[in-house]
């Protein structure tokens, strides 16, 4: 795109002068972004992914053509600022009550303050400053709307999924990624994945295998594996319908090494797996499900609203990190508009 074309672009959704609108821009845009992230982040059918593309061109062409649909999807970007904020902020208190002052704890209320610094940008950068200055201030303003956009959607996606059924049983194997243990008992995490692994093992009629995976960390007197094995045999379920992965640290390890596991007890039959975790987890146990091959599906389960609460936001980081590419394009749009 022509560098004054690419302007006139930004200009005509953003309803500014000369860049003054990028942000405004970047917020009736994030609805298509965000549909084009889905489309080529979620484990779906083929045809789920071309409808997601679909939509995320619609959203595209009504942020420039659609006039009311243009200011609405502008407003809905910017109420995703004060939203995420909040989200911040609870999550830094829940941080602080349940670890004190730590790393955890203060980096939440950093993170409001960066983005809230980064939206001011533009303004504090007035007439005193360079046009390089007043730029780069718009497209900080821009990638602290669109981390705004991403989790305030995150954050509601997940809560969506609270109690989701899996939807292509019946499943051959059962994975539950393992979490903080009290001493030798799973914490109450950790119970709800097992709980919501025990449903799915007695809707298959027994049938599926259950792999419990989690190694030992250096704090903890056994493995998550062993734990989470000993829970389940004192709730009926036999020891042979479990199967233990106790060398993962991560749940990128999680998902490979129970991949290992599966594979060795399938004999090279295809098989499908339900993946039993938090619902706040699952976004990220599906990627991993994906890259490593595993024909999986989420089966997320209810945690309490407080640890909903105190994890949405590590995990959502967590995600960022593997799914950077959309604060890359916004830098390239506000290259092509400014650069040339």
């Known amino acids: 795109m022509r560098g004054p074309r690419a302007r006139y672009m930004l200009v005509r959704i953003g ?23 889905a489309a080529l982040g979620m484990r779906c059918g083929a045809s789920r992914r071309v409808a997601l ?30 939203a ?13 009550r349940q670890r004190g002052v730590a790393v955890l704890s203060v980096l939440p209320l950093m993170l409001a303050a960066a983005v809230a610094l980064a939206l001011l ?32 959607a995150f954050s509601l996606g997940t809560w969506a999924l609270r109690g989701l059924e899996p939807s292509r049983p019946p499943y051959r194997f059962i994975v539950v990624p393992g979490a903080a243990l009290f001493g030798t008992r799973p914490c109450p995490l950790l119970e709800t994945r097992l709980d919501r692994a025990l449903d799915l093992w007695s809707q298959g009629g027994g049938a599926p295998a259950i792999v419990v995976s989690g190694g030992q960390g250096a704090d903890e007197e056994v ?77 997320p389960a209810r945690s309490a609203r407080a640890s909903w609460a105190r994890s949405v936001v590590r995990e959502f980081l967590a995600v960022t990190a593997g799914n950077w590419w959309p604060y890359a394009a ?11």
């Open 53 to 82: 593309a679909a939509a995320s061109v619609c959203c595209a062409v009504l942020a420039v053509f659609g006039g009311t649909a243009t200011d609405a999807l502008r407003a809905a970007s910017a109420a995703c600022v004060p």
């Open 121 to 152: 940008a533009p303004s504090v950068a007035g007439a005193s400053c360079s046009g390089a200055a007043r730029r780069a201030a718009k497209l900080l303003a821009a990638e602290a709307l669109w981390f705004c956009v991403s989790l305030s």
């Open 330 to 340: 916004i830098l390239l749009v506000w290259v092509a508009g400014v650069a040339f």
């Open 223 to 299: 493995s998550e594996a062993a734990a989470m094995r000993s829970y389940l045999e004192g709730r009926g379920v036999p020891p042979m319908s479990i199967l233990d992965e106790d060398r993962s640290a991560t749940t990128e390890e999680n998902l490979r090494c129970s991949k290992r596991v599966m594979d060795a007890a399938a004999g090279g039959v295809p098989y499908r797996a339900a993946i039993a975790t938090s619902e706040f987890h699952a976004p990220r146990c599906m990627g991993y499900a994906r890259r490593f091959g595993v024909d999986a599906d989420a089966a």
């Open 84 to 96: 995420s904020l909040v989200l911040l902020a609870v999550n830094a208190v829940l941080q602080f």
């Open 15 to 37: 309803k500014g002068g000369e860049m003054d609108g990028f942000a405004s821009a970047v917020g009736a845009l994030a609805p298509a972004l965000l549909l084009a992230a």
